[in-house]
């Protein structure tokens, strides 16, 4: 099986992430770059499903040069080789841009599934795999926290509000995946030694035949208009407690729908 | 001194493990004296018992230095966890991989580098550990194609956890022809009949580590146990000791640095009279003597365990390293306790942890009188 496991570079979440006064986009150097975290459960769940089945896990990364870092980790996690899709046509891509050009790439190099997280830790909309999956024509099996494979099938179970949904489909597909589903493995320092081995192929938007009026910020569909610091976290309320306490905790927590 | 990109990943990979899996589960198998397996379990999978080893050994294929570096990064965070993989690797396999017969380096290494089996090296006695081989009682002798051992060991660490496999005991084996006492290494299986393994030490510090008293008493082993050539087992443990030194220096910085990362946090946070009590300058020099300290026990482990891997002798700054480092661990931890206040001498607090730990920093693999000694005897000053 020909799995690509797409990884993005985010910034630490543990860091000040700030955005850029220019162009209102994410300041990438101001904090360190790490592998999203949900992206590491989908390098996982791919590195597993090899296991099981054979093939090979190709990772899929866009973003700027310094994104080599973040691939380096998932190929000493154990993926074979990686695409690194890099052009500065790409700078302010949004998700609808960025959905087209990794459609343009994947087309390219051929899979039978496609792994990603479910989100990225820094956008966060969390609608990548949807738009990936209409743009190669594709099922979309989302928010996986389980995933069989058997020859061409695949069902996954779906993590709902009330539970999980049993979803089925024939390969090729793509699949997004939450934290439940595995626990991703530390690279060993053989890994990240043969890391540094392992081929890296890195794609201009004219390799992958992306048409560079449809990516960027020109190509970008949405704008960010006006950004703000994020206000401080108010006060919390404290409830004292005359022989009522419990009423008005209840009272509480149902107004605001956790019950 | 910058990282090659591969230690810089090792180093951050284990921070991350360090910061994820140990520290929010350590300090209950710390109160409880109990042995992580299932953190030893991990570090197996990650390769950290295997660090050093070349990968037909079911190694990692790396050097000293990452072993060094993977200690300093655990002992950050704990040092029972540190000195668990120290004592595996470097007084484990690293003697069996260095001076192990090929039969003796296939029957034991891949379960020894995968984790799976812990190692250990039994050299200090109840009568003495600073005093060898003087002070030795221990006595293997041949007969009928066995070793028979007899003696007690004092203070071995991870010789009887429930995956110890292998530990190497120093024993007499004859007198030299100078007269002096003939001393090789004899590997003991786990669970050899006449090798007992006492009930765990109550330690002030290392608490979830295994620590134990062993004894021997007419305990049979093979003649083919006997790790390399009869009588080398006083050169065998003074390269595994010297060695082992820039380790535990390693291990001494984690224990340093993690005094500083857990005092610039609390200073920030803790207020008194109005201001955070990093705002004192009483309080900011502690840190910065705090950070001098760890950086240049620091700087002193890296260049000695540069020497050790360029060929170069490397006794002086092993020595060197750990007596720095086990001051710098020492005096680090007295501060970051002070620093914290009451909370400071609260064991759920990772300094009250770090204090605890540090003054065996000054004890173990030779202690800081041993150190000068040594330092002294490199300035050729031992035949004044
Ligand atoms: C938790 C723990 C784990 C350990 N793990 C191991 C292990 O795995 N394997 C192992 O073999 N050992 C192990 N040890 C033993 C350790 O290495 C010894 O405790 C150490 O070497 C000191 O020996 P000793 O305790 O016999 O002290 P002694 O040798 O009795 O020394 C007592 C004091 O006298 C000083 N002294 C001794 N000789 C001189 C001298 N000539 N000049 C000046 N001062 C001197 C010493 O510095 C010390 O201050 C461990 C110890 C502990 C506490």
Redesign the pocket.
Known sequence: MNIVVCVKQVPDTATERKLRSDDKTLDRDAADGVVNELDEYAVEEALRLKEAHGGEVTVLTMGPGRATETIRKALAMGADKAVHLSDDALHGSDALATSYAMAQTLKKIGFDLVILGSESTDARTGVLAAMLAERLGTPQLTLANKVDVDGTAIAIQRVTDYGFDKVEATLPAVVSVVEKINDPRYPSFKGIMAAKKKKVETLGIADAEIAAELVGLAGAWSEVAEFAAAPPRAAGTIVKDEGDGGTKTADFLASKKFI | MKLTDEYEALRKTVQGFARDVVAPVIGDYYEREEFPYEIVRQMGAMGLFGLPIPEEYGGMGGDYFALCLVLEELARVDSSVSITVE?AVS?GAMPIYRFGTAEQRATWLPRLTSGEMLG?????EPG????VPGGMRTTATLDGGEWVINGT???????GTDITGVVGVAAITGTTAAGKPEISTILVPSGTPGFTVSKKYS?VG?SA?D?RELSFADCRVPAANLLGERGRGYAQFLQTLDEGRIAIAALAVGLAQGCVDESLRYVRERRAFGHPIGHYQAIQFKIADMEVRTHTARLAYHHAAERMLSGLPFKKEAAIAKLVAGDAAMDNARAATQIFGGYGFMNEFPVGRFYRDAK?LE????????QR?LIARELGLADL
């Open positions: 004592a007084l250990a090296f039994g050299l200090t003495g550990g600073t005093d060991k004092a203070f071995i660490t991870n010789s330690k290392w580590s620590t065996i004890i173990g693999e030779g202690t800081s009188e041993v000694l």
